[in-house]
Protein backbone atom coordinates (compact mmCIF):
# COMPACT_ATOMS: atom_id res chain seq x y z
CA UNK A 1 0.00 0.00 0.00
CA UNK A 2 1.25 3.43 -0.91
CA UNK A 3 0.78 6.13 1.65
CA UNK A 4 -0.21 10.39 0.55
CA UNK A 5 1.24 11.65 2.99
CA UNK A 6 4.24 11.26 5.83
CA UNK A 7 3.43 8.77 8.93
CA UNK A 8 5.64 10.94 11.60
CA UNK A 9 3.44 11.99 14.80
CA UNK A 10 1.06 14.71 14.98
CA UNK A 11 2.75 16.61 17.21
CA UNK A 12 6.33 16.80 15.64
CA UNK A 13 5.10 17.55 12.43
CA UNK A 14 3.22 20.11 13.42
CA UNK A 15 5.96 21.59 16.15
CA UNK A 16 8.58 21.00 13.13
CA UNK A 17 6.55 22.92 10.39
CA UNK A 18 5.25 25.70 12.56
CA UNK A 19 6.16 29.55 12.15
CA UNK A 20 8.57 29.64 15.80
CA UNK A 21 9.54 26.61 16.07
CA UNK A 22 13.14 26.39 16.44
CA UNK A 23 13.57 29.77 15.18
CA UNK A 24 17.33 29.80 16.51
CA UNK A 25 18.71 26.88 14.06
CA UNK A 26 16.62 27.65 11.59
CA UNK A 27 18.42 31.09 11.17
CA UNK A 28 21.84 29.44 11.86
CA UNK A 29 21.48 27.34 8.99
CA UNK A 30 19.98 30.13 6.98
CA UNK A 31 23.10 31.78 6.93
CA UNK A 32 25.53 28.98 5.95
CA UNK A 33 23.63 29.16 2.63
CA UNK A 34 23.61 32.71 2.97
CA UNK A 35 26.82 32.68 3.75
CA UNK A 36 27.77 30.43 0.93
CA UNK A 37 26.14 32.73 -1.46
CA UNK A 38 27.20 36.38 -0.62
CA UNK A 39 30.33 35.10 0.97
CA UNK A 40 30.98 35.18 5.23
CA UNK A 41 32.59 38.78 5.29
CA UNK A 42 28.53 40.16 4.15
CA UNK A 43 26.43 37.87 6.24
CA UNK A 44 26.01 39.09 10.10
CA UNK A 45 25.22 35.93 11.86
CA UNK A 46 24.07 37.07 15.19
CA UNK A 47 21.64 33.96 15.37
CA UNK A 48 23.14 30.80 17.60
CA UNK A 49 24.95 31.08 21.05
CA UNK A 50 27.87 29.34 19.60
CA UNK A 51 31.39 30.28 21.66
CA UNK A 52 33.57 32.31 19.79
CA UNK A 53 36.11 31.76 22.13
CA UNK A 54 38.76 28.94 21.63
CA UNK A 55 38.58 26.34 24.61
CA UNK A 56 41.52 27.03 27.17
CA UNK A 57 44.79 25.54 26.71
CA UNK A 58 44.11 23.81 30.13
CA UNK A 59 41.53 22.28 28.32
CA UNK A 60 43.69 21.06 25.41
CA UNK A 61 46.49 19.82 27.58
CA UNK A 62 43.29 17.35 29.50
CA UNK A 63 42.29 16.14 26.22
CA UNK A 64 45.82 14.96 25.15
CA UNK A 65 46.64 13.47 28.54
CA UNK A 66 43.56 11.28 28.14
CA UNK A 67 44.37 10.26 24.79
CA UNK A 68 47.25 9.23 25.82
CA UNK A 69 45.28 6.04 28.39
CA UNK A 70 45.71 3.15 26.66
CA UNK A 71 44.66 0.87 29.84
CA UNK A 72 42.34 -2.40 29.17
CA UNK A 73 38.62 -1.04 28.78
CA UNK A 74 39.09 2.93 29.09
CA UNK A 75 36.70 3.05 26.34
CA UNK A 76 34.05 0.99 27.66
CA UNK A 77 30.75 1.38 29.10
CA UNK A 78 31.22 2.79 33.41
CA UNK A 79 27.94 2.73 35.29
CA UNK A 80 25.26 4.66 34.17
CA UNK A 81 25.75 7.98 36.34
CA UNK A 82 29.28 8.46 35.31
CA UNK A 83 32.92 7.34 36.58
CA UNK A 84 33.14 8.44 40.28
CA UNK A 85 36.36 10.33 39.63
CA UNK A 86 33.94 12.69 37.11
CA UNK A 87 30.99 12.27 39.64
CA UNK A 88 33.71 13.39 42.84
CA UNK A 89 35.16 16.68 41.00
CA UNK A 90 31.45 18.04 39.90
CA UNK A 91 30.78 17.65 43.72
CA UNK A 92 34.03 19.38 44.30
CA UNK A 93 32.62 22.40 41.80
CA UNK A 94 29.35 22.39 43.23
CA UNK A 95 30.45 22.61 47.22
CA UNK A 96 32.59 25.70 45.67
CA UNK A 97 29.63 27.60 44.30
CA UNK A 98 26.96 26.87 46.17
CA UNK A 99 28.34 26.80 49.52
CA UNK A 100 27.65 23.84 51.27
CA UNK A 101 29.44 19.94 50.95
CA UNK A 102 28.04 17.99 48.06
CA UNK A 103 29.30 14.44 47.54
CA UNK A 104 29.40 12.74 44.25
CA UNK A 105 26.29 10.42 44.99
CA UNK A 106 24.42 13.60 44.23
CA UNK A 107 26.03 13.71 41.09
CA UNK A 108 24.66 12.40 37.48
CA UNK A 109 27.26 12.87 34.38
CA UNK A 110 25.38 13.46 31.29
CA UNK A 111 24.76 14.35 27.61
CA UNK A 112 24.97 18.24 27.70
CA UNK A 113 22.69 20.30 29.88
CA UNK A 114 19.79 19.44 27.76
CA UNK A 115 20.30 15.90 28.38
CA UNK A 116 20.52 16.63 31.78
CA UNK A 117 17.10 18.45 31.54
CA UNK A 118 15.44 16.00 30.09
CA UNK A 119 16.98 13.03 32.12
CA UNK A 120 15.52 15.10 35.31
CA UNK A 121 11.96 15.87 33.72
CA UNK A 122 11.50 11.86 32.52
CA UNK A 123 12.07 11.59 36.15
CA UNK A 124 9.68 14.02 37.94
CA UNK A 125 7.24 15.18 35.67
CA UNK A 126 3.91 12.78 35.44
CA UNK A 127 1.20 13.20 32.65
CA UNK A 128 -0.44 16.39 33.65
CA UNK A 129 2.26 17.82 35.77
CA UNK A 130 3.31 22.01 35.38
CA UNK A 131 6.42 23.13 34.98
CA UNK A 132 6.64 27.15 35.97
CA UNK A 133 8.89 29.50 34.16
CA UNK A 134 9.97 33.22 34.23
CA UNK A 135 10.20 34.39 30.77
CA UNK A 136 11.88 35.38 28.14
CA UNK A 137 13.07 31.74 28.82
CA UNK A 138 15.19 29.42 26.29
CA UNK A 139 12.37 28.01 24.15
CA UNK A 140 13.61 24.27 24.40
CA UNK A 141 12.22 23.48 27.39
CA UNK A 142 8.74 23.94 25.88
CA UNK A 143 9.60 20.54 24.28
CA UNK A 144 11.64 19.12 27.31
CA UNK A 145 8.19 19.41 28.87
CA UNK A 146 6.07 18.24 26.50
CA UNK A 147 8.04 14.98 26.29
CA UNK A 148 6.90 14.06 29.39
CA UNK A 149 3.25 15.09 28.41
CA UNK A 150 3.40 18.04 31.01
CA UNK A 151 2.77 21.45 30.34
CA UNK A 152 5.18 24.61 30.48
CA UNK A 153 3.39 27.31 32.53
CA UNK A 154 4.92 30.90 31.34
CA UNK A 155 5.36 33.94 33.64
CA UNK A 156 6.49 37.13 32.58
CA UNK A 157 9.43 38.30 34.36
CA UNK A 158 9.73 41.86 35.75
CA UNK A 159 10.64 45.01 33.52
CA UNK A 160 14.16 44.44 34.23
CA UNK A 161 13.75 40.78 33.87
CA UNK A 162 14.53 39.84 37.28
CA UNK A 163 11.87 37.49 38.75
CA UNK A 164 8.41 37.91 39.40
CA UNK A 165 7.56 36.13 42.66
CA UNK A 166 4.60 37.22 43.18
CA UNK A 167 3.40 36.53 39.33
CA UNK A 168 5.33 33.21 39.98
CA UNK A 169 3.42 32.11 43.44
CA UNK A 170 -0.29 33.14 41.75
CA UNK A 171 0.78 30.07 39.30
CA UNK A 172 1.60 27.53 41.47
CA UNK A 173 -0.99 24.75 42.10
CA UNK A 174 -1.02 20.92 43.30
CA UNK A 175 -0.12 20.11 39.37
CA UNK A 176 2.79 22.35 39.80
CA UNK A 177 5.58 19.86 39.82
CA UNK A 178 9.13 22.06 39.26
CA UNK A 179 10.09 25.76 38.31
CA UNK A 180 13.02 26.35 36.28
CA UNK A 181 15.56 29.46 36.22
CA UNK A 182 18.40 30.29 34.06
CA UNK A 183 20.95 32.29 35.59
CA UNK A 184 22.58 34.63 33.49
CA UNK A 185 19.77 34.15 31.57
CA UNK A 186 19.00 33.05 28.31
CA UNK A 187 18.03 35.63 25.79
CA UNK A 188 18.04 38.51 28.97
CA UNK A 189 21.65 38.10 30.03
CA UNK A 190 19.91 38.65 33.49
CA UNK A 191 21.34 37.64 36.89
CA UNK A 192 19.18 36.97 39.49
CA UNK A 193 20.05 38.40 42.81
CA UNK A 194 20.30 36.58 46.30
CA UNK A 195 16.97 39.03 47.02
CA UNK A 196 15.42 37.06 43.94
CA UNK A 197 16.56 33.84 44.80
CA UNK A 198 15.41 33.97 48.61
CA UNK A 199 12.05 35.61 47.82
CA UNK A 200 11.39 32.68 45.16
CA UNK A 201 12.65 29.99 47.80
CA UNK A 202 10.03 31.42 50.28
CA UNK A 203 7.19 31.20 48.10
CA UNK A 204 7.92 27.62 46.96
CA UNK A 205 8.22 26.93 50.90
CA UNK A 206 4.97 28.52 51.78
CA UNK A 207 3.14 26.36 48.83
CA UNK A 208 5.09 23.16 49.77
CA UNK A 209 3.86 24.09 53.11
CA UNK A 210 0.21 24.37 51.72
CA UNK A 211 -0.10 21.16 49.58
CA UNK A 212 2.37 19.12 50.65
CA UNK A 213 4.22 18.73 47.31
CA UNK A 214 7.39 20.81 47.20
CA UNK A 215 8.48 21.71 43.47
CA UNK A 216 11.82 21.32 42.43
CA UNK A 217 13.77 24.29 41.77
CA UNK A 218 15.94 23.46 38.49
CA UNK A 219 18.58 25.90 37.89
CA UNK A 220 19.98 25.85 34.49
CA UNK A 221 23.65 27.15 34.78
CA UNK A 222 25.50 26.59 31.40
CA UNK A 223 26.30 29.98 31.83
CA UNK A 224 27.08 30.99 35.46
CA UNK A 225 30.59 31.78 35.08
CA UNK A 226 30.14 34.46 31.99
CA UNK A 227 29.66 37.47 34.19
CA UNK A 228 30.28 40.84 34.01
CA UNK A 229 31.07 43.62 36.61
CA UNK A 230 32.09 42.20 39.21
CA UNK A 231 28.52 40.23 39.56
CA UNK A 232 28.07 37.00 40.83
CA UNK A 233 24.91 33.88 40.30
CA UNK A 234 23.64 33.40 43.80
CA UNK A 235 23.77 29.51 45.22
CA UNK A 236 20.27 27.86 45.80
CA UNK A 237 21.14 24.77 47.59
CA UNK A 238 21.50 27.25 50.87
CA UNK A 239 17.91 28.41 50.63
CA UNK A 240 15.37 25.60 49.12
CA UNK A 241 16.13 22.04 49.55
CA UNK A 242 13.99 20.26 46.82
CA UNK A 243 16.28 21.81 44.19
CA UNK A 244 18.71 20.75 41.37
CA UNK A 245 21.51 21.82 39.37
CA UNK A 246 21.78 21.00 35.45
CA UNK A 247 24.47 22.70 33.68
CA UNK A 248 27.18 21.54 31.01
CA UNK A 249 30.71 23.11 29.79
CA UNK A 250 29.62 24.03 26.74
CA UNK A 251 29.43 27.67 27.30
CA UNK A 252 32.42 28.50 29.48
CA UNK A 253 34.81 26.07 28.24
CA UNK A 254 33.73 26.59 24.49
CA UNK A 255 32.95 23.10 23.72
CA UNK A 256 29.24 22.62 23.10
CA UNK A 257 29.91 20.29 20.21
CA UNK A 258 31.26 17.38 22.83
CA UNK A 259 27.90 16.96 24.57
CA UNK A 260 29.07 17.04 28.17
CA UNK A 261 27.56 18.08 31.63
CA UNK A 262 25.77 16.96 34.55
CA UNK A 263 22.94 16.86 37.23
CA UNK A 264 23.82 17.79 40.83
CA UNK A 265 21.17 17.02 43.02
CA UNK A 266 20.74 19.15 46.78
CA UNK A 267 22.11 16.93 49.19
CA UNK A 268 19.29 18.38 51.57
CA UNK A 269 16.71 17.41 49.61
CA UNK A 270 14.31 15.30 50.92
CA UNK A 271 14.63 12.64 48.33
CA UNK A 272 17.80 13.14 47.14
CA UNK A 273 19.11 9.61 46.84
CA UNK A 274 15.57 8.78 44.80
CA UNK A 275 16.09 11.52 42.51
CA UNK A 276 19.27 10.52 41.92
CA UNK A 277 18.84 7.07 41.36
CA UNK A 278 15.92 7.82 38.74
CA UNK A 279 17.65 10.20 36.68
CA UNK A 280 20.58 7.28 36.73
CA UNK A 281 17.72 5.19 35.50
CA UNK A 282 16.15 8.00 33.06
CA UNK A 283 19.39 8.24 31.55
CA UNK A 284 19.87 4.53 30.79
CA UNK A 285 16.09 4.13 29.32
CA UNK A 286 16.10 7.28 27.10
CA UNK A 287 19.08 6.11 25.21
CA UNK A 288 21.89 8.26 26.64
CA UNK A 289 23.37 5.47 28.53
CA UNK A 290 26.17 7.41 30.41
CA UNK A 291 27.69 10.42 28.85
CA UNK A 292 30.81 10.39 26.82
CA UNK A 293 33.22 8.62 28.17
CA UNK A 294 36.20 10.64 27.15
CA UNK A 295 34.80 13.94 28.07
CA UNK A 296 33.79 12.81 31.44
CA UNK A 297 37.62 12.39 31.85
CA UNK A 298 38.49 15.44 30.28
CA UNK A 299 36.46 17.84 32.65
CA UNK A 300 37.14 15.88 35.73
CA UNK A 301 41.00 17.06 35.13
CA UNK A 302 40.20 20.93 33.60
CA UNK A 303 36.81 22.21 35.28
CA UNK A 304 38.68 24.56 37.49
CA UNK A 305 40.46 25.85 34.70
CA UNK A 306 40.58 30.08 34.70
CA UNK A 307 39.30 31.47 31.55
CA UNK A 308 39.33 35.08 30.13
CA UNK A 309 35.81 36.22 29.54
CA UNK A 310 36.77 39.64 29.06
CA UNK A 311 36.57 39.69 25.32
CA UNK A 312 32.57 38.70 25.62
CA UNK A 313 32.40 41.98 27.82
CA UNK A 314 34.37 44.02 25.06
CA UNK A 315 32.33 42.50 22.62
CA UNK A 316 28.99 43.62 24.39
CA UNK A 317 29.97 47.25 24.58
CA UNK A 318 30.99 46.99 21.06
CA UNK A 319 27.27 45.69 20.24
CA UNK A 320 25.53 48.10 22.30
CA UNK A 321 27.27 50.74 20.61
CA UNK A 322 26.27 49.73 17.11
CA UNK A 323 22.66 49.05 18.63
CA UNK A 324 22.91 52.67 20.29
CA UNK A 325 23.92 54.27 16.57
CA UNK A 326 20.63 52.46 15.27
CA UNK A 327 17.94 53.71 17.48
CA UNK A 328 17.89 49.98 19.08
CA UNK A 329 16.65 49.99 22.99
CA UNK A 330 17.81 47.00 24.51
CA UNK A 331 18.50 45.61 28.39
CA UNK A 332 22.07 46.17 29.11
CA UNK A 333 22.88 42.00 30.12
CA UNK A 334 24.59 41.07 33.11
CA UNK A 335 26.55 37.91 31.55
CA UNK A 336 25.89 35.34 29.22
CA UNK A 337 26.72 36.48 25.57
CA UNK A 338 23.14 37.76 24.74
CA UNK A 339 21.65 41.23 24.17
CA UNK A 340 17.88 41.18 24.25
CA UNK A 341 16.57 43.86 22.13
CA UNK A 342 13.32 46.13 21.51
CA UNK A 343 12.11 45.36 18.32
CA UNK A 344 11.53 49.27 16.99
CA UNK A 345 8.12 50.72 17.58
CA UNK A 346 6.67 51.26 14.19
CA UNK A 347 6.88 47.12 14.19
CA UNK A 348 4.08 47.00 16.66
CA UNK A 349 5.37 43.92 18.79
CA UNK A 350 5.96 41.81 15.28
CA UNK A 351 9.42 40.09 16.10
CA UNK A 352 9.28 37.79 13.33
CA UNK A 353 8.15 40.03 10.82
CA UNK A 354 11.53 42.19 12.24
CA UNK A 355 13.98 39.67 12.05
CA UNK A 356 12.36 38.71 8.44
CA UNK A 357 13.69 42.69 7.32
CA UNK A 358 16.97 42.60 8.99
CA UNK A 359 17.02 38.99 7.11
CA UNK A 360 17.13 41.39 3.61
CA UNK A 361 19.69 42.68 5.06
CA UNK A 362 21.75 39.89 5.77
CA UNK A 363 21.29 40.07 9.58
CA UNK A 364 20.86 36.97 11.35
CA UNK A 365 18.58 37.65 15.05
CA UNK A 366 16.58 35.42 17.19
CA UNK A 367 12.73 36.45 17.47
CA UNK A 368 11.65 37.32 21.14
CA UNK A 369 8.26 35.09 20.33
CA UNK A 370 10.96 31.87 20.30
CA UNK A 371 11.79 32.56 23.61
CA UNK A 372 8.25 33.52 24.77
CA UNK A 373 8.66 37.14 25.08
CA UNK A 374 6.88 38.84 21.59
CA UNK A 375 7.97 42.13 20.44
CA UNK A 376 11.83 41.80 21.23
CA UNK A 377 14.75 39.98 19.06
CA UNK A 378 17.90 38.41 20.56
CA UNK A 379 21.62 38.79 19.12
CA UNK A 380 24.18 36.20 20.18
CA UNK A 381 27.64 38.57 20.38
CA UNK A 382 29.98 35.52 20.45
CA UNK A 383 31.22 36.36 17.13
CA UNK A 384 34.03 37.97 15.66
CA UNK A 385 34.62 41.90 16.53
CA UNK A 386 34.89 42.50 13.00
CA UNK A 387 31.53 40.90 12.36
CA UNK A 388 30.16 43.34 15.11
CA UNK A 389 32.00 46.29 13.65
CA UNK A 390 30.53 45.78 9.84
CA UNK A 391 26.87 45.61 10.74
CA UNK A 392 27.14 49.16 12.71
CA UNK A 393 25.60 50.65 9.43
CA UNK A 394 23.88 47.74 8.22
CA UNK A 395 22.08 47.66 11.56
CA UNK A 396 21.26 51.45 11.01
CA UNK A 397 19.99 51.13 7.11
CA UNK A 398 17.74 48.23 8.28
CA UNK A 399 15.98 50.80 11.25
CA UNK A 400 15.62 53.59 8.72
CA UNK A 401 13.81 51.54 5.81
CA UNK A 402 11.05 49.53 6.45
Not at 89 to 110: D, I, N, P, R, Y
Request: charged fraction near 20%; charge should be neutral; hydrophobic fraction near 40%.
Amino acid sequence: MWYTDTMIANYIKETMNSKGSSAIRKMFEEGIALKAKYGSDKVFDFSLGNPDLDPPDALFDAISKVAQERSHGCHGYMPNAGYSQARDAMAEKETLEQGLHVSGSSVVMSCGAAGAMNCLFKAVINPGDEVVVPAPFFGEYRHYVHNQQGTLVEVPSRDDFSLDTAAIAAVLNAKTAAVIINSPNNPSGKVYSIEDIKALADVLEVHGKKTGRYPYLICDEPYRAIVFDGKKVAPVFPFYKSSVIVTSFAKNLSIPGERIGYICVNPACPDCAEVVAACIFTTRILGYVNAPAFFQKVVALSWNTVCDYSLYEKRCMEMMAVLDHAGIKYAKPEGAFYLFCKVPDEWKDDDMAFVNHLKDFLILCAPGSGFGYRGWFRIAYCVSEKTILDSKEIFYKAVQKK
